[in-house]
């Protein structure tokens, strides 16, 4: 078992800030797939989805699984929000579902400081319908990806990253 955990679930949900906390937490190192993706395309997301579209897209995600399937352990994933589509995802680590409602997930986006930019980086963010709709259709598939399941209303990303230990370690301690 290649010890890692991988974080999933829907845009702004807070992925990537609870992966570092995590990191901080556990002395794990953490990556994050769409900075992969970004880095080895050597374009922004944005940009990936405007030129080529969300099908190429998709097989850079696709590529980048297999990529920290073959090279990453003991460390913390945190993924974009149509990652939980790989197909080794099971295969990569322990799946974690961080949760929150959508309107909570675009209050938390609406009143941070960084607002505009995080929206603006997010081509599946643009419609705000669309993206109800989005969150509506994935949300059992998020369930039934995930070993665990968290729900992060209210909490600080530290305070995530604990109840993921604890949830890990009572899950083991099971088996
Ligand atoms: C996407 C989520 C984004 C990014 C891309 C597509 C999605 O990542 O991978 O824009 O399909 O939900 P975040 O979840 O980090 O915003």
Known sequence: MK???VLIGFMGVGKGRTARALAARTGMYAVDCDDLIESMANMKIKAIFETFGEGHFRK???STAKWLEDSVKSTVISSGGGFYKVRNLKKLGKIVYLHADFEEILETIRTDARAEKKIRKRPLLQDLDKAKKLFAERLS???QAADIEIAVTGLTAEQVAKEICTALDRKKKKK
């Open 3 to 5: 010890d890692n955990i």
């Open 141 to 143: 598939y998020y369930r």
């Open 60 to 62: 850079l995600e696709q």
